[in-house]
């Protein structure tokens, strides 16, 4: 059970920030249209071929071995999600070598305004056996991430970033694709990786894959087929 644990962890530990509040309609979702607006987030695709998706299962476990619990959009369970996960992780191929090799830029996944941005903080964070936990050596363990809010009061959050890669200031519009800095392992990580979530106007973390486990129309502008990274808008 252990070394399941231990791996499952390793692939994915992450937290993004809690939700907070608001409440509106998406864009684009009046008219019957796709109500899909957003675009794959990241300016490569091939490093980030292992993606841990939103939980849909409500259950949470305790602490240990069931924390790997958990549905995706598809219903699939672990390593395709993890426990009360609210985002979707795209773990960065080659790991701190890869990063340090000059990483990938985060972009825009919509036309948008900066609601937050934060810089400066420890990039290097990783897995503890020993605690079981991350480990940032010492230093503060806050996320570099950036929060964009859209039409209607949806956002898009981006955490974990390189520390002094966040290339966007609060209440600067950006266009979608812009880029917002680059992935990193600041914060609450196990290993590089980009945290993305999606949020409604009220705070409510959504899936932005459609299936079975999740609401039948994509918030991606092209979720593609499954296990395929979403595509561009058009
Ligand atoms: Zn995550």
Request: hydrophobic residues 35%; charged residues 20%.
């Given at each position: 059970?252990?070394?399941?644990?231990?791996?499952?962890?390793?692939?994915?530990?992450c937290a993004g920030p809690p939700p907070?509040?608001?409440?509106?309609?998406?864009?684009?979702?009046?008219?019957?249209?796709?109500?899909?607006?957003?675009?794959?987030?990241?300016?490569?695709?091939?490093?980030?071929?292992?993606?841990?998706?939103v939980?849909?299962?409500?259950?949470?476990?305790?602490?240990?071995?069931?924390?790997?619990?958990?549905?995706?959009?598809?219903?699939?369970?672990?390593?395709?999600?993890?426990?009360e996960h609210d985002g979707t992780d795209?773990?960065?191929?080659?790991?701190?070598?890869?990063?340090?090799?000059?990483?990938?830029?985060?972009?825009?996944?919509?036309?948008?305004?900066?609601?937050?941005?934060?810089?400066?903080?420890?990039?290097?964070?990783?897995?503890?056996?020993?605690?079981?936990?991350?480990?940032?050596?010492?230093?503060?363990?806050?996320a570099?991430s950036?929060i964009?809010?859209?039409?209607?009061?949806?956002r898009t959050l981006y955490w974990h970033?390189?520390?002094?890669?966040?290339?966007?200031?609060?209440?600067?519009?950006?266009?979608?694709?812009?880029?917002?800095?680059?992935?990193?392992?600041?914060g609450f990580s196990?290993?590089?990786?980009l945290h993305f979530e999606l949020q409604?106007?009220?705070?409510?973390p959504?899936?932005?894959?459609?299936?079975?486990?999740?609401?039948?129309?994509?918030?991606?502008?092209?979720?593609?087929?499954?296990?395929?990274?979403?595509?561009?808008?058009?």
């Amino acid at each position: 059970m252990r070394p399941r644990l231990l791996a499952g962890w390793f692939l994915g530990a992450c937290a993004g920030p809690p939700p907070e509040g608001g409440g509106a309609a998406a864009p684009g979702d009046s008219g019957g249209e796709s109500a899909g607006f957003l675009a794959f987030p990241l300016a490569e695709r091939e490093p980030f071929q292992t993606v841990l998706g939103v939980d849909h299962d409500p259950t949470v476990q305790e602490p240990g071995i069931d924390q790997l619990t958990c549905l995706d959009h598809h219903g699939r369970s672990f390593p395709h999600c993890y426990d009360e996960h609210d985002g979707t992780d795209y773990i960065l191929h080659g790991g701190f070598e890869a990063m340090d090799a000059g990483s990938v830029a985060i972009l825009a996944a919509a036309d948008g305004v900066v609601a937050a941005a934060e810089d400066g903080h420890y990039d290097r964070c990783h897995g503890s056996l020993e605690t079981m936990s991350v480990d940032c050596d010492g230093h503060d363990g806050i996320a570099n991430s950036v929060i964009l809010e859209h039409e209607g009061g949806w956002r898009t959050l981006y955490w974990h970033m390189m520390e002094g890669s966040v290339a966007v200031a609060v209440g600067q519009a950006v266009r979608r694709g812009e880029v917002l800095g680059r992935v990193g392992s600041s914060g609450f990580s196990t290993q590089p990786h980009l945290h993305f979530e999606l949020q409604a106007a009220d705070g409510t973390p959504v899936d932005p894959y459609a299936g079975p486990e999740s609401q039948p129309e994509s918030w991606w502008c092209d979720q593609g087929e499954l296990d395929a990274l979403p595509g561009d808008c058009p």
